[in-house]
């Protein structure tokens, strides 16, 4: 692997960029490894990263259906913030808010992490108990959280309209919340993955798995059986589909979630804001894009399309909020399938297939998760056990009723 | 005029000079210019900076493909960022600056980037600025922000207005040019409802840049007279300077319509500044045309090198022809087209062409270099183009050949051929073929769910003749499929350009290797990515068009790539050994062109934005000073301050008032859902946790809703109307959620079932009044017997109130003797004020939500969505009284399994802190040991906390862990700021414990 720093650049410039390898290579894919990712989304590219650097575990396969980071980890609005209610998901958003703290550092890729800090806008009296809640909860979790005035808001974001059809009465704070740049997180594990011996393998499509005892030895795919001790699926979307195929059902909706961006425009917003109450969120991107998140479609739906009348409702939210942004204009939009636990909790978990392990239902807010995600789905895989982290995120809990229900208590999770 | 204005020709008015200033000096144009020909025509060719390495540069297109020619229009509240010269129409007074520069864009200290572009390429910054950590917010990111963007964000609000409009018609035909408007010619006579969409501000389109001959006539008389036919026809919708954005699932076109962009934001106006339509139609017709594609050769982005085509369309269009000495490159048959224009519009004109062999036939009035290309540009921002290098080209393409010459110029004129404009078919989830001799990716003619046909250029057909005739014979065709047959009319025209040869050469190759020396080979203009950027990507493994994309920036701009993406494949198709078709095609997402937010927007602004819902008492409570308070998309008061009462002292008052005499609470805004049919008792059986078997006629009960996982999520009274009809109530702010809800399981679920559900919630106006003295204040204004023995507690009775016909409800949310007056919702102001004026003597008071949540907290009732959250059974708000024992109910089963089933769940307490003055903060977490800095291990919070007058203490409710088996205990709540508040846990009931007050 090439090393990334200033001067390396500097001497590659001299060659005109000619001498640059790649940043990860396209093997042929063996008969057999230790493990197979199924997935190569950031989750999954962030797994094989840490099966290889933390777990010792090098002989793996990332298998992605088409081009990697081409599902949800490229079509986010890139959110990171571990500013959650439950005491099991601020352990294990927060456990990634701290690998990103270090990210761009570890994998020698610059992924933009920036903690430019984010506002939970409350608009009502509900709200305001809601973060009232949220707010004391993730401060004795140990994590940062601060109350702010309407005023100060106001002179955060100057453009707002506090006034707006519901009125901003406080905001919840957190100043290590911010954004990062999606491909590069891809890119960046990739390239980490592949350095320390993982293979990646795009165009590989999983289509079923081979089961032998009710244990997996295996997976069928698009470029012909390949063998493994163990089989970690990562795949958002379809992961609903992909448990089919193992004879197992995965208690997951699977939506279109829409964004979309603004045209370039000179730096303005500089945190990252959402509002539940009017349904808005927004950022500015290094490019000078907005970057905006709709909510997903009411129909379930495989096609990354969403309809157009949610683009509506969420620029109507965001001009009443902002209506600075009126004659400022949409330059692309699109959408991503998001699968929807009745929980809106991820699940990473062991099945009823031995040595197939699940890690989705990430939904609409995985991204922020993507290295503490991979981190304990990969220990948990190597130990066969699960990480203590990841433990209580168990499919399992939907049996037992022990759900992390963080959409009953906030409605929104981005 | 100036030397670039012709003399003749063109669609402007040369007696109506329009004055406009660009970067502080002010031109003259012509009426009927767009300022990107207004500023061609005064020479201005240097327009704007590049993004990343502050090139300067130019105007290249006439239309939306111009990634370069966008500037920030006005000042002020009309300022508006990124707005494309080329599609401008030129008004009196416009003002407009380029973007991206500074201080000016001749001199722009920016440019340095371009000193440093040898290290600045793709991918550079994913390499870099990681040391010291700190540094990439604090330093790095800052400077990176800074330099991003292009245009300004107003400042001021926007005073325009935008609207949105809905339209079906049966064929849309998006675009008319002579594919369009002969398919629109054809579909007017078959009587459906046809819609005629164009972007440009009149039809035409390649007609204007290039007209010919049709029916015998100049293309300008039958352009006028096809208009006069579609105007006359009433069938036919023809919509202007309207442009197809976005093609969704289903034929449902969104486009948005420039209505005053044409005229000076300050005319007055009524109209909106623009309009979003949103078109349903039965089958469409695309005739979006094609655009031209340009070279990738030795800096190839300067100021004064242009698409052909739009030369030709400055010299037709808008009577400017922007050099006097061109040099037209080329790689096929169609710039010789534009070649001869220019010539005619008196320019010397010398061609370039790339193709070895060259028909003679095009060669015979030009100065011809064959098998030749441009390898570099004389340019500088003070003198412009001064002349360009041309080098003979090996036969492989690869390299150049013999020594080169020198041609003087101030015009580079270009075309490497034509790219059909799929997008719309492609955001149809159309797929595409690779045509390999025309060099253009071409519809591949099937849809999925949106009928569908491209024509003309749009499909990769060039002919004038032939376009027109694939126009009507879709117009006639997709109309068959809508069983109507119309006769395909097809006009006749003089010209019908057979396409000719093309070259391939994706990249022209110059006297250094490509991506090394200075010059520079764009593929991608806006941002900055050359034909050695994607050599990088494809070196570093970014093979897959996606990844390009993203790793190049190529087609990510506010041109989503129309002049760039083609290029940018081709090139990786080179460098990885495969064919264009083989690299694939990136999918188009929507908009067409950045789409205005305000337009997407609509009306639905302010106060239309989620309209405020407010009752028929509204104004009795705005008159007596209420502070409102919103609950979902209700006002409703809050609470009554009396001569400056602070909040605090205003609900203290009122919570007295209602214990020791009478209050009145507007409770019109609960839910309230009529249940009807044969199967409505059954169907409540399996809505609530209680049993519903035996409520007689006219008797009410409390119940609580729970979800699939048995937990809480809304409750409220029912009341026996009759044996199958039921009147429910909800929670405020549940109340659609429970209506979707009762759908959801009606329609899923239990389809046989005869229950109707129907939203009554405006219907009812509803009075709570509360209070010992409530009976006989009402007792004055009904006829209804209020003894306890005719009308005891839980029951509903149906008189006359204030001579209004009303259903009295007997319950009580605060526990004090209480009727729920509900009237038809139109005469709620007038009883409201009979009910105020009868009240008088018993110091009658109106009370507000934030009393209302005292007083209900004071008797431990719950709020639903306050004291719950989604993870809370009955049982764990103490009510196992409400759980029936019946077979089934919704989510019943669910509190058999193992974590809903065990001990030491959360559970609703009452709290009292030590110091009876001390509100705990709701939210507020307690913990099983307080340590000197978080982490520490909560075991719950407070959920409802109030200073309670009525017990003269402040009063708390809680979900703590275990809670029921912990009575008595005290427990610490740690503060944000660090403090701890201890409090005793108790039953949740503060007052009256026993129940008398209500039920007496
Ligand atoms: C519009 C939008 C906005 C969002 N905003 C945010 C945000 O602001 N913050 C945040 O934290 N999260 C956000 N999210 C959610 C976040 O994007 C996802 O949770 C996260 O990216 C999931 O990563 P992943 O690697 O699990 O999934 P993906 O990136 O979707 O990866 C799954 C991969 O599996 C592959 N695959 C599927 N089936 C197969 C098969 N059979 N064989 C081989 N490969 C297969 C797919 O091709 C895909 O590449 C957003 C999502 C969307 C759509």
Redesign the pocket.
Known sequence: MAHFSVFSLVRNALNYHKDWPRQWRSPEPKSHYDVII????????ATAYYLATECGITNVAV????W?????????????RSNYLWDESAALYDHSVKLWEGLSQELNYNVMFSQRGLLHLAHSVHDMQEIGRRGSAIHLNGIDSEFVTPEKVKEMVPFINLNCRYPVMGALLQRRGGTAL?DAVVWGYARGADAAGVDIIQN????GFKIEDNTVVGVE?SRGDIMANKVGV?????SS??AEMAGFRMPLESFP???LVSEPLKPLVDNVIMSNGVHA?ISQSDKGELVI??SSDAYTSYSQRGGFNVIEDTLQAICELYPVFKRVKMMRQ?????DVTVDRSPIITKTPVNNLYF??G?????????PG?GNVFAHSIARGEMHPVAEPFSMFRFHSGALIDEGAAAAVA? | MSQYRLKQGGRIDRNKSVSFVFNGKRYQGCEGDTLASALLANGVHLVSRSFKYHRPRGIMGHGWEDPNAQIQLEKGAFTTPNVFATIQELYNGLEAESQNCWPSVEKDIGAINSMLSRFYVAGFYYKTFKWPRAAWETLYEKVIRRAAGMGKVPELPDPHRYEHMHAYCDLAIVGAGPAGIAAALTAAKSGKRIMLIEDAPELGGSLLGEPGTIDGAPSDQWLASAKAELDAAENVTVLTRTQVAGYYDYNYLVASERVTHHLSPNTPSKAPRERLWKIRAERVVLATGAIERPMVFADNDRPGIMMASSVMAYINHYGVCPGQKIVVFTNNDSAYRAAAAMQDAGASVVVVDVRAEVDEALKAKFEVHCGAGITGVDYSVKNGIRSVDVHAISADGSTIEGPGSTIECDLVAQSAGWQPTVHLHTQARGKLNWDADRLCFVPNGTHVVNPNTSVGAANGTFGLADVMAEGAAAAKSLLAELSVDVEAVVPSAAENHAFGSIRELWIVPTTHPVGEGKKKHFHEYQNDATAADVWLAKREGFESVEHLKRYTNTGRGTDQGKLSNVNGLAIMAGARGLTVPEVGFTTFRPPYTPLTFGAVMGQTNDDTFTPARQTAMHQCHVERGAVFEDVGDWKRPWYFPKHGESMHDAVQRECLAVRQSVGVLDASTLGKIDIKGKDARKFLNMLYTNNWSKLGEGRCRYGLMVNEHGMVFDDGVTTCIGEDHFHMTTTTGGAARVMTWIEEWLQTEWPDWEVYATSVTEQWSVLSINGPKSRELLAELTDIDLSSEAFPFMSMREGNVCGVPARVYRISFTGELTYEVNVPARYGRYVWEQVFKAGEKYDIVPYGTEAMHVLRAEKGFIIAGQDTDGTMTPMDLGMDWIVGKKEDAIGRRSWSRSDTSRAGRKQLVGLLTQDPNVVLPEGTHAVSRVLPAPPMDMIGHVTSSYMSPNCGRSIAMGLIKDGLNRMGQTIDFVLMDGTSVPAKIVKPIFFDEAGERGRD
């Open positions: 199924v997935g190569g989304g950031a989750h999954g590219l298998l992605e259906r088409a990697i980071g081409g599902g949800n980890s490229g079509r986010n609005t890139t959110i990171v999606h590989c499509e999983v289509t795919t990562v795949a958002a979307g379809h589909v992909m979630l829409q964004a969120y998140g709709a699109w959408a991503g399938i998001v890690n989705c990430w939904g609409t807010g995985g991204f922020k998760a993507t995600s981005h």
